[in-house]
């Protein structure tokens, strides 16, 4: 079992910076694979940015240049900069271990002047 415990998130004005960090805990040996996915109201969710334990990364088309994950072992981070009005939605970390994908409990991010 992985436990997750996101931090981060809230409002901010379009143009501004936001960092979301998750951590992970439990069994945490070989985890492959961890990112954001996020769900804005009426839309399916999306994975927005990963990382692989090769340090691989992976990010949307409408995040790259804006979205940087990075990871520091069970821990990673999104920095999300000239953040948009439809960047606004749930953010959710998600970490792949042992073939099975474990979801944190959502941050809100919104993106409102």
């Known amino acids: 079992q992985v436990q997750l415990v996101e931090s981060g998130g809230g409002l901010v004005q379009p143009g501004g910076s936001l960092r979301l960090s998750c951590a992970a805990s439990g069994s945490i040996s070989s985890i492959s694979f961890m990112g954001w996915a996020r769900q804005a109201p009426g839309k399916q969710r999306e994975l927005v940015a990963s990382?692989?334990?090769?340090?691989s990364t992976y990010y949307l088309a409408s995040v790259k240049g804006r979205f940087t994950i990075s990871r520091d072992n069970a821990k990673n981070t999104l920095q999300m900069n000239s953040l948009k009005t439809e960047d606004t939605a749930v953010y959710y970390c998600?970490?792949?271990?042992?073939?099975?994908?474990?979801w944190g409990q959502g941050t809100q991010v919104t993106v409102s002047s």
């Open positions: 990382i692989n334990s090769g340090g």
């Open positions: 998600n970490v792949h271990q042992g073939g099975v994908g474990y």
